[in-house]
């Protein structure tokens, strides 16, 4: 699970480096208390149409969740039919035969949803939105319309589309993804051919384009009835008027066909299974995978903690052996991914350069034996008891995406009871090292495996053109309505009252060293979060060394005075939290999660870090090979490609922020210790930094703990900020060749204004209308109509100074200069013309109603507060920002397109096959081409002509 975390380093400004002499070292962390089992009150009903109802009073925020869950997914595929599942996950937001195809996604988006989407795991499939609570009528709406009147209209229009939708999916995310297929190999090494998991969810191109309409109709009327889902409403609700809702939109809709839960026997590997994939990547990598027991069952949760301690983090054993100890590696990991039919355990390793995936595959072999013969160490499964259990209670905090609503409806489909969070806990509490041990000798023999390498190499790509899509019947073929027409379903529903609301506000204190401290207390879940910002980023590198600001930041959990850089990790982790550093153009931070109860300690550890650090030189050479090798891996990833370079060509050879926060490789291996020394000792002052606390924390206890741990920080003035102008490049057009890319990585960017710029309410509705929505006039251009891309949007960075405005989408190779003319033209458009008043109502009530929204998590609140502290706005900023949203008109959007966006200044970046692409682009009249490397640099003669042979 991916923990919330907004990262920044600190720093401790004056303090030797090498750290007090008199200092001793701490006792190692203990384990903490066992944290009280939140109470979730739910009440659970079944319609007649057997739909079941799963209802969560929580009136944290003005907010509620709707979570709709199908019970299928793949598991339920018929042979020649891999990804239909997710297919028709797609063909759900189509058009109902009250809903025309559009108009739910521009309503839900104007009435300020957030986390609106849908999903497809193996066993079922999710659709999902989280609204202002006066506009739970709507999501109702839509939902049940589609589960009701959406074969009354499904065509093969809509078919079409997304399959090419799907197809641009599957290119960007499995191959165009580095080591995606590799991925996908191992389960149909794991599982044999025709299991309902041997194929990955997304499935085959050859599969997603021979689905015919009649197969989706099927696929709907067989799986899509009410009897085959669970819908969960958790937030600002009354469960009685909810129940008269639900009952309203679903309960006259007609039960569908029984489903027969799939009964699948899956044999068991008895002898090991090997194959070698290859792919576009620099690095090997093995993967591991075992067939595990399924979900809930006797060994599942003690998979989970052997996956923990053998991959989980810097305090794993295979991260101390194969990266920190040995360097042969450049990341590990493990999971148990636990399923309805069978599980998965998996361990997949990166190889460092210089090292072959026979040492990585020995390396890993000799773990597994270790821990098969002597087991963990009770210390090692407390320390995963711990981890996992605060990433189950953080998972809790948001109500929709993946939080507490599709918490409640996957414990409802694998348990049957939607309040197994308290037996999951306890299952959890009582595993010990024996039981550890027994699952991995049971589960995890040498024989019952299938090992995967994933190697450099042109990738076997099975991407057959599409042929022409099927012939639409001049009428339409009637379907018989599945249920009976009700008009005013047709009518879509008025929103309540609107409920009061006010943005979290901080209190803040200062120290007298200078130090900011930021409170808020949220005590609904026994959590509490806390950023350590320092207002120095990647912005104040020397033009000679980019990315020292990010060595300076992940360095400071290398070493102290008095801890280890496995210490530190081990620490942290025994506490059950979740620290980690970063950078970022503008700030480097140190972010961490703990349990309320841990977190006084667990803060002691960041003061620590951040105050006293070691910088061992052998550790700098550690992590010297270690951002090497993330910049190798960063090159396999043409969208990451395109951001560097379109950072290059704007900001210019030399200036700071034409790079990523990783830097280029000479100024990797020239950084001295001297070079972080000082970095960290001229931005790591109190006076530049702020401690953000949000959680359930009182203010008197963050009082007494700053005062404790930060008090003692050496004050030194702030270092001033010095950042060149921009020397953007000459170019209109910037081309990255990678030979036999599948598809395309666009960038279409220009420079933008500061964060603080008084247009930001009107360019927040603008970017809305052009490509920051679903709904936008982009994403419906590119994708909704002409199948072009999986997704397409744009943003402004908004920095402390001007920063770049972004276009970014991968799209189809045939149709890169197609999805670039349409890019400009819709931003030539915008300038032109003003939007329509619906435009403009839809894009600023996306952002006005939408707020509430944005403060679900204590990590949610964090940030924001952070933006106050980082771009000097003033504490009542979120509350006037509301106003002034709403006070954007017709007008003020077209003037700040016309000031911000021109599309005769827009830098077109593209990363693909130069031979293919390059064709297409200079037809547009972009102008000569100049040609990046994979870092986004400029190499020598790096112009060509209109010759594209290589």
């Known amino acids: 699970m991916n923990i919330p975390t907004l990262m920044v380093p600190l720093m401790l400004a004056a303090a030797p480096a090498s750290g007090p002499a008199q200092a001793q070292p701490p006792a190692p962390a203990s384990s903490p208390a066992a944290a009280p089992v939140p109470s979730i009150a739910f009440d659970k009903l079944v319609l007649p149409n057997g ?10 925020l003005p907010i509620v969740a709707v979570n709709l869950w199908y019970h299928v997914g793949p598991a339920n595929e018929a042979p020649g039919l891999t990804g239909f599942a997710h297919l028709f996950e797609h063909m759900m937001f189509a058009a109902t035969a009250h809903i025309p195809r559009g108009m739910a996604d521009r309503l839900l988006e104007g009435a300020g949803a957030t986390d609106s989407n849908g999903g497809t795991g193996y066993d079922s499939t999710s659709y999902y939105d989280t609204v202002p609570s006066n506009q739970l009528e709507l999501a109702l709406w839509v939902h049940a319309d589609r589960m009701g009147y959406l074969l009354d209209v499904l065509d093969q229009q809509a078919l079409t589309n997304q399959q090419d939708v799907v197809r641009n999916e599957r290119r960007q995310t499995v191959e165009g993804e580095p080591y995606g297929i590799v991925e996908e190999a191992l389960a149909r090494t794991l599982f044999p051919q025709g299991h309902p998991y041997a194929a990955s969810i997304i499935g085959s191109h050859a599969d997603i384009q021979s689905a015919r309409l009649e197969d989706v109709r099927a696929f709907f009327t067989q799986y899509y009835g009410p009897n085959n889902a669970s819908l969960v409403i958790a937030g600002d609700i009354d469960k009685q008027s909810v129940r008269d809702l639900v009952t309203r939109y679903f309960g006259g809709l007609r039960r569908g066909p029984d489903v027969v839960r799939p009964h699948v026997v899956t044999p068991p590997i008895t002898a090991e299974r090997r194959v070698v994939v290859r792919d576009r990547v620099e690095l090997p990598r093995v993967f591991m995978g075992w067939l595990t027991p ?27 052996s194969l990266v920190y100890e040995r360097q042969i590696a450049q990341d590990v990991s493990a999971s148990q991914g636990s399923l309805g039919l069978a599980s998965t355990f998996v361990i997949d390793v990166t190889a460092r350069a210089g090292h072959t995936p026979q040492e990585i595959e020995a390396a890993i072999d000799a773990e597994l034996a270790l821990l098969r013969t002597e087991g963990p160490t009770a210390r090692e499964v407390e320390r995963a008891r711990n981890s996992l259990e605060t990433s189950l209670l953080a998972s809790l905090e948001k109500l929709g995406g993946d939080g507490l609503a599709e918490q409640l409806n996957h414990y409802n489909l694998y348990t049957g009871d939607p309040g197994y969070l308290d037996k999951d806990l306890a299952r959890l509490r009582r595993i010990d090292a024996a039981a550890v041990q027994r699952a991995v000798q049971t589960w995890l023999p040498q024989q019952a495996r299938a090992v995967v390498t994933g190697v450099p190499g042109k990738p076997k790509v099975d991407d057959p053109r599409a042929g022409k899509p099927a012939r639409a019947a001049a009428v339409p073929k009637p379907v018989a309505p599945v249920n009976v ?51 120095s980023g990647g912005a104040a590198n020397p033009s000679d060394l980019p990315g020292l600001a990010g060595f300076t930041a992940q360095m400071l959990e290398e070493g102290t005075a008095t801890r280890s850089a496995p210490a530190i990790a081990d620490d942290i982790a025994q506490l059950g939290a979740f620290m980690d550093t970063g950078s970022s153009d503008d700030v480097s931070t140190v972010s961490l999660l703990a349990l309320t109860s841990t977190f006084a300690r667990a803060l002691e ?8 650090p070691a910088f061992p030189a052998a550790e700098i050479e550690r992590q010297r090979q270690d951002r090497l090798g993330a910049l190798t891996q960063q090159r396999d990833d043409p969208e990451t490609v395109a951001a560097l370079a379109a950072a290059g060509a704007l900001f210019g050879a030399g200036h700071p922020k034409g790079y990523g926060q990783l830097g280029l490789e000479p100024a990797i291996r020239r950084t001295t210790r001297d070079d972080i020394v000082g970095f960290w000792r001229r931005h790591y002052v109190p006076s530049n930094a702020a401690l953000v606390v949000t959680g359930d924390i009182t203010r008197a206890e963050l009082e007494a703990l700053a005062q404790a741990q930060f008090g003692g920080w050496p004050a030194f003035d702030a270092p001033a900020a010095a950042v060149g102008a921009a020397k953007p490049t000459a170019a209109r057009l910037v081309v990255i060749d990678q030979p036999d890319a599948g598809q395309t990585a666009l960038q279409v960017a220009t420079m933008g204004p500061a964060r603080d710029t008084p247009d930001f309410p009107a360019l927040q509705i603008m970017n809305g209308v052009l490509g920051g929505m679903f709904s936008s006039r982009l994403n419906n251009n590119l994708r909704e109509t002409r199948g072009l891309t999986y997704g397409i949007h744009s943003h402004f960075d908004y920095d402390r100074q001007p920063a770049p405005f972004s276009v970014e989408a991968s799209v189809q190779q045939d149709a890169t200069g197609e999805a670039v003319r349409e890019i400009l033209r819709e931003v030539a458009l915008l300038r032109e013309q003003p939007i329509s008043s619906d435009e403009l109502t839809a894009a600023r009530n996306a952002q006005l109603l939408s707020l509430p929204g944005q403060f679900e998590t204590n ?31 017709v007008d003020d959007v077209q003037a700040v397109a016309r000031r911000w966006l021109d599309p005769d200044r827009m830098i077109v970046v593209a990363v693909g096959e130069r031979r293919k692409i390059l064709p297409q682009l200079q037809k547009l009249g972009l102008g000569q081409p100049e040609m990046r490397d994979d870092d986004g640099q400029v190499p020598v003669r790096a112009t060509v002509t209109s010759d594209v042979k290589r």
């Open 51 to 60: 739909l079941q109802v799963i209802l969560v009073e929580d009136k944290r």
């Open 294 to 320: 399924p979900a809930y069952q006797p060994g599942d949760a003690e998979l989970m903690v052997a996956a923990t301690i053998l991959g989980g983090g810097k305090s794993s054993r295979l991260y101390k």
């Open 485 to 535: 027409a009700e008009a005013w379903r047709a009518t879509p529903p008025t929103a309540g009252p609107a409920p009061r609301f006010r943005q979290p506000r901080g209190e803040t204190f200062t120290l007298a060293n200078g130090l900011t401290v930021i409170h808020y207390r949220n005590p609904a879940l026994p959590l509490v979060s806390s950023q350590l910002v320092v207002r």
């Open 605 to 612: 550890i960041v003061a620590d870090i951040v105050q006293r």
């Open 859 to 889: 990590a949610d609140i964090g940030a924001s507060l952070t933006e106050l502290f980082v771009y000097g706005l003033p504490a009542n900023y979120y509350d006037n920002l509301a106003t002034h949203l709403a006070n954007v008109g």
